[in-house]
């Protein structure tokens, strides 16, 4: 669970289905209670990500801490890893305003996408958000018509179903790959998250059945 930890801040690997915040969704079960048991202190978070998601998560273990992450919060570098439906180009910018939240007006948001592999109908894909807006990389991509697999509020039912049943995928194919930031004590904190096993069996499976489209 524990990616890196040091006298400032520790970095988890979140697993899918549980939100970063109860205060955010009412779960009584929410990671940062769980980060909190594990290391034995209060924590801060730094950043969230979608319930559904997966991958490195940033704590603060200090409140001056968590300020100077959040500070440095436009610095950070973060790419993720997802399953589309459909293949965006090799390489593309998305500049596509977007709500800042439930509700509120729209405000700039950029992510960079790149095409890694297909697979029939399907792509992975690597994303880079520049700005941190409320579902940025799912809004985004169901913007240039590639919504993300496993996503039941911009996503398609039926591929949905698709990878459900036939490459046992249950959650949203989206991962937080790695994240690097200032670290409030000088240098970079760069941190990597492994794939976790259920996207990787899909993707295989993804390459087995669609090897000859």
Not at 66 to 75: I, L, M, N, P, Y
Not at 139 to 144: F, N
């Amino acid at each position: 669970m524990i990616l890196h930890r040091d006298a400032r801040c520790v970095v988890v690997d979140k697993p899918a289905g549980v939100a970063t915040h109860r205060g955010w969704d009412g779960d009584d079960d929410a990671l940062l209670q769980r980060v909190r048991d594990a290391v034995g202190m209060y924590v801060y978070p730094v950043h969230r990500l979608d319930r559904g998601a997966s991958g490195a998560t940033l704590f603060a273990l200090d409140k001056e801490a968590a300020r100077a992450f959040s500070d440095a919060w436009s610095e950070a570098r973060k790419v993720y890893l997802a399953i589309t439906r459909g293949h965006p180009p090799d390489e593309l910018v998305i500049d596509h305003a977007i709500p800042s939240g439930p509700g509120e007006d729209r405000v700039p948001a950029v992510t960079e996408v790149r095409r890694l592999e297909t697979f029939g109908r399907y792509a992975l894909v690597e994303a880079r958000p520049r700005t941190g807006r409320l579902h940025q990389i799912r809004r985004h991509l169901k913007h240039i018509a590639c919504p993300l697999v496993g996503d039941v509020r911009y996503g398609k039912g039926e591929h949905n179903r698709i990878f459900r049943t036939q490459h046992d995928l249950h959650r949203l194919a989206l991962h937080a790959a790695s994240l690097a930031v200032p670290h409030p004590d000088g240098g970079t904190l760069s941190v990597e998250s492994p794939l976790p096993d259920d996207l990787a069996r899909a993707i295989a499976s993804c390459r087995r059945v669609y090897v000859c489209c």
